[in-house]
Nanobody, 126 residues
């Protein structure tokens, strides 16, 4: 059974940084593309970033381009999201997700991912 466990969320001031981690288990991590999504209260779950199986291809939502960096370490079965220059509008629950295929893109919807973590809260104060 696949398990995805996020960590690294918390409270940070605007302009600060956080690094989220997503530890995966249950199937061969390096075979599958991964992604980060976020959901603010009362809003839909939105795409943040995605990465191919190898890490060579990365994709970002428009609102985070130039501020967030997605990466993965296949030897550690872990994906990361480095978040810099955080803004109050980045406040949300952040979820990691795994696709059932090796490649992905910025236009893959929520239902294109078959496993999800439980989420980690990120709060950015102004």
């Amino acid at each position: 059974q696949v398990q995805l466990v996020e960590s690294g969320g918390g409270l940070v001031q605007a302009g600060g940084s956080l690094r989220l981690s997503c530890a995966a288990s249950g199937r061969t991590f390096s075979n599958y593309a991964m992604g980060w999504f976020r959901q603010a209260p009362g809003k839909e779950r939105d795409f943040v970033a995605a990465i191919s199986w190898s890490g060579r291809s990365t994709y970002y939502g428009d609102s985070v381009k130039g501020r967030f960096t997605i990466s993965r370490d296949n030897a550690k079965n872990t994906m990361y999201l480095q978040m810099d220059s955080l803004r109050p509008e980045d406040t949300a629950v952040y979820y990691c997700a795994q696709r059932p295929v090796a490649y992905t893109g910025s236009d893959v919807p929520v239902n294109g991912y078959d496993y999800w973590g439980q989420g980690t809260q990120v709060t950015v104060s102004s």
